[in-house]
């Protein structure tokens, strides 16, 4: 009778438990972002390992984002913010091995920006109205003045505005999400966009765009705007993405 093939146990590194213990307390909230470590000496008595062991259980932690080190740090390794660059790495990763197509990110756009915007129709503050129309107005400012740097400026102009959108839904895991998966996608689509040979027309449509959505959020027309904005992902982007994908894209317009 045969049966399951097993592989052989993996004895579990020193460093691999203090990465463990120090996850945990992040994750628990025993430390907190801006708290300290103890020290390289005073962490080799508490797990009673030596210094090389200690490093490298740092190294690890610092290179997930959660610790900023330096060897021989007399005050300690520093407890960073939640950064979502980790996930943003991973997902990349995973778009370029082609884990995630292209057509998967965007219909994940897609569905992302609906639900940003049919929640900031609903939640959003005069404060976050007024960051949306700043953006706008940046956008228009840089078509004006078509400095040969402007497309940079009108790009960090329309992510403002959808940062902005993002943070009036009120839901952190949206906000990271949105700016993960935007950027994937941008890059993934970079060489395409610069070889637009109308970018002006481009971008004047992009303000009219923004300009439709802010006005559903500001009328609390949630449906409408997440509507604008699954359609304009679509008609900026199908182009880009095989014909094939396509039709998950075009069941989330009807």
Do not use: W
Request: charged share 30%; aromatic share 4%.
């Amino acid at each position: 009778m045969s049966g399951p093939r097993f592989e052989p146990v993996r004895t579990v590194r020193a460093y691999e438990r203090i990465v463990e213990q120090v996850e945990q307390a992040i994750e628990s909230g025993a430390l907190r972002p801006g708290q300290r470590l103890p020290s390289e000496r005073d962490l080799m008595g508490q797990f009673s390992v030596s210094r090389s062991t200690v490093r490298e259980a740092l190294r690890v932690l610092q290179s997930r984002g959660l610790v900023r080190s330096r060897p021989g740090d007399p005050h300690g390794a520093e407890v960073l913010p939640f950064s979502p660059d980790a996930l943003q790495r991973s997902m990349a990763t995973l778009a370029r091995v082609e884990g995630l197509s292209l057509g998967e990110l965007v219909q994940f756009r897609m569905l992302l920006d609906g639900s940003a915007n049919l929640l900031a129709a609903r939640l959003r503050t005069d404060e976050q109205l007024a960051e949306m129309e700043a953006a706008i107005d940046r956008m228009r400012a840089t078509l004006r003045e078509g400095a040969a740097e402007g497309h940079d400026a009108f790009s960090a102009a329309d992510v403002a505005f959808h940062d902005a959108v993002a943070r009036a839904s009120g839901n952190k895991l949206i906000q990271i999400c949105v700016e993960v998966v935007r950027s994937i996608v941008v890059d993934l689509v970079a060489d395409r966009l610069a070889a637009e040979p109308d970018r002006e027309a481009l971008m004047r449509r992009s303000i009219r765009h923004h300009e439709e959505v802010l006005a559903a959020v500001r009328a609390g027309d949630g449906p409408l705007a997440a509507r604008l904005a699954r359609q304009t992902m679509y008609d900026y982007y199908a182009d880009h993405v095989p014909a094939a994908e396509r039709s998950p894209l075009r069941a989330l317009l009807e």
